[in-house]
């Protein structure tokens, strides 16, 4: 189970298939995106709500709240979405991390799904790996079978080996078959009807799922790196939409960074600094008192987005500072947001001086996004030098 598992992290973290079309790539952002024009190479998107329909000659990469595609893809799909409905045809491997996962086209290559719950109404040709509470299978399969999960319930015609590990129900409906062998553990026996027909028969272990001190660490190191990618992918996202829908501001950002001389630099982080340490002290002042209650509350909300903001922003700022940098592009892109908090993540990881750096970065767009928007709710004359 172990081997199985570090195989299908390694699958998702691959990059997308290496013989993909070599044409121009298209990348899209916005807050409810419909995607309709055609890609001659791979396409990318971002979005709360992204919907494909127009072809993909190359791989589609899309990350978002909810993401529906519904058009065929000539090479690999790669969704993260809460909601993720593949409508199409892909021609690749298919992989997909979300809430609900629901598959009805043929996949030519391999499926990979990890998520609470996973409906394929399709046909993998490939390998088929799901990981999921409840697994739903009702057209079959031309490649081998893997599935972790609770309930899990097959149908349909099955041209290979099925595996399973289940800690709830396992079901198969009327006149499924499987022209390998089915092999599972789970609680109880499966729920088979006589009409099933399994070609090379049937290896089931009971098991009770009470586990040991070793299954408990594993299971403990699964949780957090799942945490640990859950988290960083909100981030990813986040950057991505707050770099692609509000451009200016990052570039205004990256401009006081890229520009500004080092004693301004430091004005700005000690600035942010000071927003960190003296909002939770006001906040405990006014909590003392009933009238200041409220206040309070209202406080604690909005310092909890501009950290959330602050931190976003420095993700952005890495980006922005490598394409201009690097690429010698002073604009803002929405990928340059996703680059660029995949960097500070990866930062974090630096034991002690990681964390020291991603804290500056932090306290400086803090500060930087303050004196923004003091100085747009409050110009200065023409003449009058900029603040800090």
Known sequence: MQRTIIIFLIA??????????????????????????????????????????????????????????????????FLLAGSVN???????????????????????GDLVALGFSVRDSGIAKGNVFIVAANVTMTNGSAGPVTIYGNNISLSGDFANNVNIVAIGRVALAASTTISGKLSYQAPEPALIPESATIAEGIEYTNASYLPNAGTSRLLAVISIGFF?????????????????????????????????????ILLTILLGFAVFIVTPVLFLILALTFVGLGLALLLLVSYFFVVLASLAYAGILLGSLFSRRYMSRETVLWHDGVFGMLALSLITLVPYIGVFIVLLLTMFTSGALLLIFFNFAFPHEENTPEML
């Open 228 to 264: 640990l990618f859950v988290r960083i992918l909100g981030a990813l996202i986040l950057a991505g939409l707050l770099a692609g829908l509000f451009p200016r501001l990052a570039e205004a950002v990256a401009e006081r960074a890229y520009t500004a001389r080092p004693s301004r």
């Open 12 to 77: 998702l973290l691959l990059p997308a298939s290496v013989t993909a079309v070599r044409a121009p790539s298209s990348f899209s952002a916005g807050k409810s995106l419909i995607v309709d024009g055609s890609s001659a190479g791979n396409s990318y998107a971002a979005g709360f709500s992204v919907v494909r329909t127009a072809s993909v000659a190359g791989d589609f990469l899309a990350l978002g709240g909810s993401v529906v595609t519904a058009s065929p893809v000539s090479g690999d799909e």
């Open 86 to 108: 593949s409508r199409a045809s892909v021609g690749g491997d298919f992989r997909a991390v979300g809430w609900s996962i629901n598959i009805e086209e043929p996949i030519a």
